[in-house]
């Protein structure tokens, strides 16, 4: 199977800048795509193709791309980001097209 | 704007077969791909598989001896059947869109947008 990690947990300040990353050996072949998760919502797309942002979702999320690593960064963190956030991609052969990784809870001190 | 719906059974009994249908109203089910996801309580995210509206198929090699997804195009709805289902199987179940976008011969999708609101199915006796 193919998999996608990210850390359990990233705790952050308000104001302050979050990172949470996501590796995979097919990552630097394959777009990444993230989805912030509010209890009891449906996951929201918020990163799309590495970096690109949907319309309506606001300017201080941006994602970037380096090797088997990509990042999501929240700049400027608010207690409404308080949220899990799940990467997804795919693994390079076709035989997983769409692969989630675990998710991880950003928590806002 | 488009919303997406689903629908079936709250609760299935263990070794039957889950039947879940996701209405997609404010647009046409054409020219997109047609996705389930779930999430077990307490859980990450779980890609089922998806459809096109062509009916073109492609399932998570995990669950793919058990699952079928099919589309009625006339009536703006695809559907998910997971057979011989188990406890592990109790999760809320969403349905998602996928855009292809294509530019100078790469095609890539726009991710998952929009998601259904889910419905929990409880796998017991």
């Known amino acids: 199977s193919y998999e996608l990690t990210q850390p359990p947990s990233v705790s952050v300040s308000p104001g302050q800048t979050a990172r949470i990353t996501c590796s995979g050996d097919a990552l630097p072949k394959q777009y990444a795509y993230w989805y912030q998760q509010k209890p009891g919502q449906a996951p929201v797309l918020v990163i799309y193709?590495?970096?690109e942002r949907p319309s309506g979702i606001p300017e201080r999320f941006s994602g970037s791309s380096s090797g088997t690593t990509v990042t999501l960064t929240i700049s400027g963190v608010q207690a409404e980001d308080e949220a899990d956030y799940y990467c997804?991609?795919?693994?390079?052969?076709?035989?997983?097209?769409?692969?989630f990784g675990g998710g991880t809870k950003l928590t806002v001190l | 704007q488009v919303q997406l719906q689903e629908s079936g059974p709250g609760l299935v009994k263990p070794s039957e077969t889950l039947s879940l249908t996701c209405t997609v109203s404010g647009g046409s089910i054409s020219s997109y791909y047609w996705s389930w996801i779930r999430q077990p309580p307490g859980k990450g995210l779980e890609w089922i598989g998806y459809?096109?509206?062509?009916?073109?198929?492609n399932y998570n090699p995990s669950l793919k001896s058990r699952v079928t997804i099919s589309v009625d195009t006339s009536k703006n709805q695809f559907s998910l059947k997971l057979s011989s289902v188990t406890a592990a199987d109790t999760a809320v179940y969403y349905c998602a869109r996928e855009t292809y976008h294509c530019t100078n011969g790469v095609c890539y999708t726009l991710g998952f947008d929009p998601w259904g609101q889910g419905t929990l199915v409880t796998v017991s006796s």
């Open positions: 997804q991609s795919a693994d390079s052969s076709g035989t997983y097209p769409r692969v």
């Open positions: 459809i096109y509206y062509s009916g073109s198929t």
């Open positions: 193709k590495d970096s």
